[in-house]
Each structure stands twice: as structure tokens, then as C-alpha cells.
């Protein structure tokens, strides 16, 4: 069960990552979703380097799981270490997930800390 739905996701992300691609002016904001934690990079596809991460463990370690306001503070996290790096403009890379829920949360975060999409 979980590879189809795991093999639906890597199809959307193929058709995607088509459309969207990093460079250092504008970098690439990635979004990854596990059980237990959300990550997110700012990353640069030409080349080839994560120019800032983030993810919930590192910004609530108490929690166990990522819920929605963990994700929102991942998002300004991601926003903060950025706009230190004079980033201010990225393009969302929702990874193959959904735009709802954490994923959703993570990007408004991240335009509350002050990245633009």
C-alpha cells in the first residue's frame, strides 16, 4: 500500500521538479515530510549545493511529532538563516505533497519570516 501511494508521490515529483528549478539568485525551496519531522532546504540546482536547512527537530526538540505549529516555525527558521544570507526571493518546491496541512504551514511560515514566492 504505502509504495503506491510512496511511487504516485516520485510521479508528481518528477512533474514538478520539470517546472521548478533553483539557481543562486532565486533558490529552491524544498519541502520533505517524513512520520516524525518536516525538513526544508534552500537549495542551488546549478550548482549542485543546500545553501540552508532547516528542520523540527532542530527548531522544537520537545516535540515528538511535526504539527502545524511546528512547521510554521520551520518555515520562519528557513526565512530567518536566508534573509542573514541576503536571500529574499525563492521558488516553492513542494516535493510531490500536497499544498495543505504542514506543507501549507512551512510556506506561510516562511513568507512570515519574510521570503517571497
Known amino acids: 500500500m504505502s509504495s503506491i501511494r510512496e511511487n504516485r508521490r516520485l510521479k508528481i515529483k518528477k512533474r514538478v521538479r520539470r517546472k521548478v528549478t533553483g539557481t543562486s539568485a532565486l533558490p529552491r525551496l524544498s519541502v520533505f ?5 518536516i525538513y526544508a532546504q ?3 540546482d546549478e550548482k549542485g549545493v543546500t545553501l540552508v536547512s532547516s528542520c523540527s527537530k532542530e ?3 520537545d516535540k515528538k511529532s511535526a504539527n502545524l505549529e ?7 527558521k528557513v ?5 542573514e544570507k541576503g536571500i529574499k526571493k525563492v521558488v ?6 500536497l499544498y495543505h496541512g504542514k506543507v501549507k504551514a512551512l510556506a506561510e511560515g516562511g513568507r512570515e519570516g519574510g521570503l517571497l514566492f
Do not use: C, M, T
Open 59 to 61: 527548531v522544537a526538540s
Open 33 to 37: 515530510r517524513s512520520n516524525s519531522a
Open 70 to 76: 511546528v512547521s510554521k516555525a520551520v518555515g520562519k
Open 42 to 44: 534552500l537549495i542551488d
Open 92 to 97: 516553492f518546491d513542494r516535493n510531490g505533497y
Open 79 to 83: 526565512a530567518e538563516k536566508a534573509l
